[in-house]
């Protein structure tokens, strides 16, 4: 297990490499993979602070350098500061969302749970800021979120849906939603992502959205016992 834990953090740097370097060449000292893989495997491990992450790379040096070259040790707080300002954040979630996808692969069945929820404490009043609002896709066997979207409010959580359900790969998976999800546009999108929809409890498929017609197909559950009174 601890073997396959260690091969999948080097293909981290594998799903990174086509992130583009914004920095002058002539003044790196440090590899934007390196910088890259060190923040991730810092998250991971519960960091919350640049400080946090430089911190995890200097106790960690031995055992990241089995995978990364880090030819000038780890890179300062402010420089793992700096390049994440810099990156381009649609193109590091495209690869960090493909390196989750590959981690889902080796299970058989998953379960890939959708919900939106309001971030306790995220508003500002002062400066006009209403609460932040995310879709999540929750992968109930790894215990993990596959990918997030931010809405501006509940009446946008369907769009929110189709976006997350477009960077997801879905294959061999059972994908739950509240009633906010039962939309045609979803249920297609998902059968569409190789994702199937659940039965209900006896093993019967749930009711259709309305216009949905044969578009739908339950996932092979198979039926629930009654337990004994």
Not at 37 to 60: F, M, N, P, Q, T
Not at 152 to 178: M, P, R, Y
Request: aromatic share 6%.
């Amino acid at each position: 297990m601890a073997e396959e834990r260690g091969m999948s953090i080097e293909n981290l740097a594998h799903y990174f490499s086509t992130i583009e370097d914004p920095r002058c060449s002539g003044k790196v000292e440090h590899r934007l993979i390196d910088i890259l893989v060190v923040a991730v495997c810092a998250v991971i491990a519960c960091a919350e602070s640049w400080d946090d992450i430089a911190l995890y790379g200097r106790s960690k040096l031995v055992w990241l350098r089995t995978f990364l070259e880090l030819p000038n040790d780890i890179p300062s707080h402010d420089t793992f500061r700096r390049v994440f300002m810099l990156i381009d954040p649609g193109t590091f979630e495209t690869g960090f969302t493909a390196w989750v996808g590959s981690l889902v692969d080796r299970f058989e069945r998953e379960v890939v749970a959708i919900d939106g929820k309001t971030i306790r404490r995220s508003f500002d009043y002062g400066r006009e800021q209403s609460p932040l609002h995310v879709v999540s896709a929750w992968a109930s066997e790894q215990g993990l979120v596959l990918g997030q979207r931010c809405v501006d409010g509940k009446s946008n959580e369907i769009t929110a849906v189709l976006e997350l359900l477009d960077q997801l790969a879905l294959e061999n998976s059972i994908v739950t939603l509240d009633a906010m999800g039962c939309q045609t546009a979803i249920a297609e999108r998902i059968l569409a992502r190789g994702g199937e929809l659940p039965a209900d409890a006896q093993g019967q498929p749930q009711a259709r959205p309305r216009g949905c017609g044969g578009a739908l197909r339950p996932a092979l559950l198979p039926p629930r016992r009654a337990l004994p009174c």
